[in-house]
Protein backbone atom coordinates (compact mmCIF):
# COMPACT_ATOMS: atom_id res chain seq x y z
CA UNK A 1 0.00 0.00 0.00
CA UNK A 2 1.07 3.45 -0.42
CA UNK A 3 2.02 5.89 2.10
CA UNK A 4 -0.66 7.82 3.06
CA UNK A 5 -0.67 11.79 2.92
CA UNK A 6 -1.64 14.60 4.65
CA UNK A 7 -1.76 18.60 3.54
CA UNK A 8 0.03 20.40 6.67
CA UNK A 9 -0.59 23.82 6.64
CA UNK A 10 1.76 25.50 8.39
CA UNK A 11 4.08 28.19 9.22
CA UNK A 12 8.02 27.45 8.42
CA UNK A 13 10.80 28.47 10.67
CA UNK A 14 14.62 28.08 9.46
CA UNK A 15 15.69 27.93 13.37
CA UNK A 16 13.96 26.59 16.64
CA UNK A 17 11.79 23.91 16.41
CA UNK A 18 8.57 24.29 15.54
CA UNK A 19 5.67 24.21 12.96
CA UNK A 20 6.88 21.98 9.99
CA UNK A 21 10.44 21.70 11.22
CA UNK A 22 8.32 19.06 13.65
CA UNK A 23 5.49 18.15 11.05
CA UNK A 24 7.44 16.86 8.30
CA UNK A 25 10.00 14.88 10.15
CA UNK A 26 7.26 13.57 12.54
CA UNK A 27 4.89 12.52 9.95
CA UNK A 28 7.79 10.94 7.79
CA UNK A 29 8.85 8.67 10.88
CA UNK A 30 5.56 7.40 10.91
CA UNK A 31 5.32 6.53 7.49
CA UNK A 32 3.19 8.95 6.24
CA UNK A 33 3.81 11.57 3.46
CA UNK A 34 3.62 15.04 4.21
CA UNK A 35 2.79 17.42 1.80
CA UNK A 36 3.51 20.98 3.36
CA UNK A 37 1.75 24.32 2.01
CA UNK A 38 3.69 27.30 4.15
CA UNK A 39 1.75 29.78 5.38
CA UNK A 40 5.38 32.22 6.02
CA UNK A 41 8.73 31.37 6.24
CA UNK A 42 10.25 32.90 9.20
CA UNK A 43 14.35 32.90 10.02
CA UNK A 44 13.35 31.44 13.82
CA UNK A 45 10.41 31.45 15.75
CA UNK A 46 9.56 34.22 17.46
CA UNK A 47 9.44 32.67 21.24
CA UNK A 48 12.47 33.84 22.51
CA UNK A 49 14.39 35.57 19.59
CA UNK A 50 14.08 39.15 18.68
CA UNK A 51 14.66 40.44 14.74
CA UNK A 52 13.55 37.54 12.82
CA UNK A 53 12.60 37.91 9.47
CA UNK A 54 9.56 37.10 7.77
CA UNK A 55 8.27 36.35 4.60
CA UNK A 56 4.58 36.16 4.33
CA UNK A 57 3.04 33.09 2.05
CA UNK A 58 -0.31 34.49 2.29
CA UNK A 59 -0.34 34.85 -1.81
CA UNK A 60 0.89 31.52 -2.77
CA UNK A 61 -1.85 29.65 -0.86
CA UNK A 62 -4.27 29.64 -3.27
CA UNK A 63 -2.35 29.07 -6.39
CA UNK A 64 -0.79 26.12 -4.30
CA UNK A 65 -4.62 25.00 -3.89
CA UNK A 66 -5.70 25.82 -7.38
CA UNK A 67 -2.53 23.63 -8.93
CA UNK A 68 -2.89 21.02 -6.47
CA UNK A 69 -6.51 20.55 -7.66
CA UNK A 70 -5.69 20.59 -11.27
CA UNK A 71 -3.53 17.43 -10.66
CA UNK A 72 -6.07 15.71 -9.05
CA UNK A 73 -4.46 15.21 -5.97
CA UNK A 74 -6.28 13.73 -2.97
CA UNK A 75 -4.95 13.57 0.61
CA UNK A 76 -6.13 10.93 4.00
CA UNK A 77 -6.28 14.06 5.99
CA UNK A 78 -5.58 17.93 6.63
CA UNK A 79 -3.49 19.04 9.14
CA UNK A 80 -3.55 22.89 10.17
CA UNK A 81 -1.72 25.19 12.79
CA UNK A 82 -0.69 28.51 13.70
CA UNK A 83 -2.20 31.17 11.50
CA UNK A 84 -0.70 34.69 10.94
CA UNK A 85 -4.05 36.30 9.43
CA UNK A 86 -7.71 36.35 9.10
CA UNK A 87 -7.38 36.03 4.98
CA UNK A 88 -4.81 33.21 6.10
CA UNK A 89 -7.86 30.85 8.01
CA UNK A 90 -10.52 31.86 4.41
CA UNK A 91 -8.05 30.22 2.58
CA UNK A 92 -7.67 27.24 4.70
CA UNK A 93 -10.78 26.92 5.43
CA UNK A 94 -11.75 27.23 1.32
CA UNK A 95 -8.63 24.43 1.03
CA UNK A 96 -10.71 22.16 3.24
CA UNK A 97 -13.62 22.39 1.37
CA UNK A 98 -11.78 21.48 -1.91
CA UNK A 99 -10.23 18.68 -0.72
CA UNK A 100 -11.97 16.81 2.28
CA UNK A 101 -13.82 14.13 1.74
CA UNK A 102 -15.10 10.85 3.26
CA UNK A 103 -12.18 9.09 5.03
CA UNK A 104 -10.50 12.52 4.89
CA UNK A 105 -10.43 13.70 8.52
CA UNK A 106 -9.61 17.75 9.02
CA UNK A 107 -7.22 18.08 12.36
CA UNK A 108 -6.97 21.54 13.35
CA UNK A 109 -4.90 22.48 15.81
CA UNK A 110 -6.19 26.37 16.66
CA UNK A 111 -3.17 27.66 17.86
CA UNK A 112 -4.58 30.96 19.49
CA UNK A 113 -2.75 31.14 22.91
CA UNK A 114 -1.59 29.49 26.26
CA UNK A 115 -1.13 30.55 29.95
CA UNK A 116 -4.55 31.65 30.21
CA UNK A 117 -3.69 34.67 27.08
CA UNK A 118 -3.83 35.02 23.32
CA UNK A 119 -0.73 35.53 21.96
CA UNK A 120 0.14 38.79 21.24
CA UNK A 121 -0.35 38.66 17.26
CA UNK A 122 -4.21 37.35 17.65
CA UNK A 123 -7.00 39.86 17.81
CA UNK A 124 -10.40 39.00 19.00
CA UNK A 125 -11.41 39.13 15.85
CA UNK A 126 -8.93 36.49 14.47
CA UNK A 127 -9.70 34.58 17.27
CA UNK A 128 -13.49 34.76 16.01
CA UNK A 129 -12.14 33.51 12.51
CA UNK A 130 -9.96 30.56 14.01
CA UNK A 131 -13.46 30.04 15.82
CA UNK A 132 -14.99 29.62 12.14
CA UNK A 133 -12.06 27.27 10.71
CA UNK A 134 -12.11 25.27 13.79
CA UNK A 135 -16.12 24.64 13.10
CA UNK A 136 -14.96 23.16 10.42
CA UNK A 137 -12.71 20.60 11.92
CA UNK A 138 -13.20 16.77 12.43
CA UNK A 139 -10.85 17.02 15.11
CA UNK A 140 -9.49 19.43 17.11
CA UNK A 141 -6.65 20.06 19.27
CA UNK A 142 -6.78 22.81 21.89
CA UNK A 143 -5.08 23.54 25.30
CA UNK A 144 -7.02 24.96 28.07
CA UNK A 145 -6.62 28.82 26.98
CA UNK A 146 -7.40 27.85 23.47
CA UNK A 147 -10.73 25.55 24.80
CA UNK A 148 -11.63 29.11 26.75
CA UNK A 149 -11.05 31.16 23.54
CA UNK A 150 -13.18 29.35 21.29
CA UNK A 151 -15.82 29.18 23.78
CA UNK A 152 -16.39 32.68 24.51
CA UNK A 153 -15.28 31.33 28.70
CA UNK A 154 -13.08 33.20 30.78
CA UNK A 155 -9.97 30.37 31.15
CA UNK A 156 -10.23 30.68 34.85
CA UNK A 157 -13.73 29.05 34.56
CA UNK A 158 -11.87 26.23 32.50
CA UNK A 159 -11.73 23.56 35.19
CA UNK A 160 -9.61 20.78 34.25
CA UNK A 161 -8.89 19.10 37.55
CA UNK A 162 -11.90 16.16 37.46
CA UNK A 163 -13.04 13.73 34.75
CA UNK A 164 -16.47 15.03 35.48
CA UNK A 165 -14.95 18.38 34.52
CA UNK A 166 -12.55 17.01 31.43
CA UNK A 167 -15.83 15.74 30.48
CA UNK A 168 -18.05 18.68 30.49
CA UNK A 169 -15.21 21.00 28.28
CA UNK A 170 -14.40 18.04 26.06
CA UNK A 171 -17.78 17.95 24.75
CA UNK A 172 -19.16 21.34 25.03
CA UNK A 173 -16.35 21.83 22.17
CA UNK A 174 -17.81 19.08 20.09
CA UNK A 175 -20.29 21.23 18.69
CA UNK A 176 -23.39 18.82 19.86
CA UNK A 177 -21.11 15.98 19.03
CA UNK A 178 -20.30 16.68 15.38
CA UNK A 179 -16.47 16.85 15.65
CA UNK A 180 -13.78 15.12 17.65
CA UNK A 181 -12.26 16.62 20.38
CA UNK A 182 -8.42 16.44 21.77
CA UNK A 183 -7.88 18.35 24.79
CA UNK A 184 -5.06 18.75 25.97
CA UNK A 185 -2.90 19.85 29.01
CA UNK A 186 -5.13 17.23 31.12
CA UNK A 187 -3.56 16.55 34.60
CA UNK A 188 -5.66 14.36 36.79
CA UNK A 189 -2.74 13.09 38.71
CA UNK A 190 0.37 14.05 40.15
CA UNK A 191 3.15 13.42 37.33
CA UNK A 192 1.21 12.90 34.79
CA UNK A 193 -0.36 14.75 31.97
CA UNK A 194 -2.48 14.27 28.72
CA UNK A 195 -5.77 15.16 26.99
CA UNK A 196 -9.62 14.48 27.42
CA UNK A 197 -10.57 12.76 24.40
CA UNK A 198 -14.12 12.98 23.09
CA UNK A 199 -14.88 10.78 20.21
CA UNK A 200 -17.82 11.73 17.84
CA UNK A 201 -17.87 8.14 16.39
CA UNK A 202 -18.66 6.70 20.33
CA UNK A 203 -20.07 9.75 22.24
CA UNK A 204 -17.17 8.90 25.01
CA UNK A 205 -14.68 11.13 26.78
CA UNK A 206 -11.57 8.73 27.49
CA UNK A 207 -8.53 10.00 29.00
CA UNK A 208 -4.62 9.71 27.78
CA UNK A 209 -1.35 10.52 29.91
CA UNK A 210 2.22 10.29 30.09
CA UNK A 211 4.82 10.84 33.20
CA UNK A 212 5.23 14.61 32.83
CA UNK A 213 8.64 15.98 32.39
CA UNK A 214 10.37 18.63 33.82
CA UNK A 215 10.67 21.80 31.78
CA UNK A 216 8.86 23.37 29.37
CA UNK A 217 9.79 23.69 25.75
CA UNK A 218 8.90 25.29 22.60
CA UNK A 219 7.61 22.80 19.59
CA UNK A 220 5.80 19.90 22.53
CA UNK A 221 2.52 20.65 21.43
CA UNK A 222 3.10 20.70 17.50
CA UNK A 223 4.80 17.20 17.85
CA UNK A 224 2.11 16.33 20.07
CA UNK A 225 -0.66 17.18 17.29
CA UNK A 226 1.40 16.03 14.70
CA UNK A 227 1.85 12.28 16.51
CA UNK A 228 -1.82 12.28 16.56
CA UNK A 229 -2.66 13.47 13.07
CA UNK A 230 -0.37 10.97 11.91
CA UNK A 231 -1.66 8.09 14.02
CA UNK A 232 -5.22 8.84 12.73
CA UNK A 233 -4.13 8.55 9.50
CA UNK A 234 -2.12 5.08 10.29
CA UNK A 235 -5.94 3.53 11.05
CA UNK A 236 -5.75 4.27 15.22
CA UNK A 237 -8.65 5.23 16.87
CA UNK A 238 -8.84 8.65 18.16
CA UNK A 239 -7.28 7.46 21.99
CA UNK A 240 -5.00 5.36 20.67
CA UNK A 241 -4.06 8.19 18.68
CA UNK A 242 -3.59 10.41 21.69
CA UNK A 243 -1.87 8.05 24.15
CA UNK A 244 0.91 7.36 21.56
CA UNK A 245 1.45 11.20 20.72
CA UNK A 246 1.53 11.67 25.14
CA UNK A 247 3.57 8.83 25.02
CA UNK A 248 6.37 10.71 22.49
CA UNK A 249 6.05 13.48 23.30
CA UNK A 250 6.57 12.72 26.99
CA UNK A 251 10.06 10.94 25.76
CA UNK A 252 11.12 13.48 23.96
CA UNK A 253 10.98 16.25 26.77
CA UNK A 254 12.10 14.15 29.57
CA UNK A 255 15.25 13.81 26.82
CA UNK A 256 15.29 17.51 26.46
CA UNK A 257 15.28 18.38 30.29
CA UNK A 258 18.20 16.29 30.82
CA UNK A 259 20.37 18.39 28.58
CA UNK A 260 21.70 21.83 28.77
CA UNK A 261 19.23 23.00 25.74
CA UNK A 262 17.89 26.51 25.57
CA UNK A 263 14.07 26.25 25.94
CA UNK A 264 14.01 28.74 22.64
CA UNK A 265 15.22 25.93 20.77
CA UNK A 266 12.46 23.31 20.88
CA UNK A 267 12.07 19.91 21.92
CA UNK A 268 14.85 17.80 20.88
CA UNK A 269 12.84 14.89 19.15
CA UNK A 270 14.92 13.77 16.25
CA UNK A 271 16.86 11.17 17.80
CA UNK A 272 13.92 9.23 18.99
CA UNK A 273 11.83 9.67 16.10
CA UNK A 274 13.31 5.90 15.22
CA UNK A 275 10.90 4.89 18.17
CA UNK A 276 8.04 6.39 16.74
CA UNK A 277 8.51 4.91 13.45
CA UNK A 278 9.08 1.31 15.07
CA UNK A 279 6.08 1.19 17.16
CA UNK A 280 4.29 2.40 14.01
CA UNK A 281 5.30 -0.72 12.24
CA UNK A 282 5.48 -3.02 14.67
CA UNK A 283 2.19 -2.36 15.13
CA UNK A 284 1.21 -2.36 11.66
CA UNK A 285 2.46 -5.87 11.46
CA UNK A 286 0.65 -6.67 14.42
Not at 160 to 181: F, H, I, N, Q, Y
Not at 241 to 250: E, H, P, V, W, Y
Not at 258 to 282: H, V, Y
Request: net charge negative; charged share 20%.
Amino acid sequence: MPAPRIAAIHDLSGFGRCSLTIVIPALSAMGVQCCPLPTAYLSTHTGGFEGNTFLDLTDQMAPVTAHWRSLGLTFDAIYTGFMGSREQMALTAEFLLTFRRPGCPAVVDPVMGDHGRPYRTYTPDMCAAMGELAALADVITPNRTEAALLLGEDCESISLKTEADCRRWAEALSLDGRRSVVLTGVSLEPGRVGAACFDRDTGCTDFASAPLAPGQFHGTGDLFSSVLAGALVRERSLIEAAQMAADFTSLCAARTGKQDIPRREGIDFEPLLWRLGKEIMEEDDD
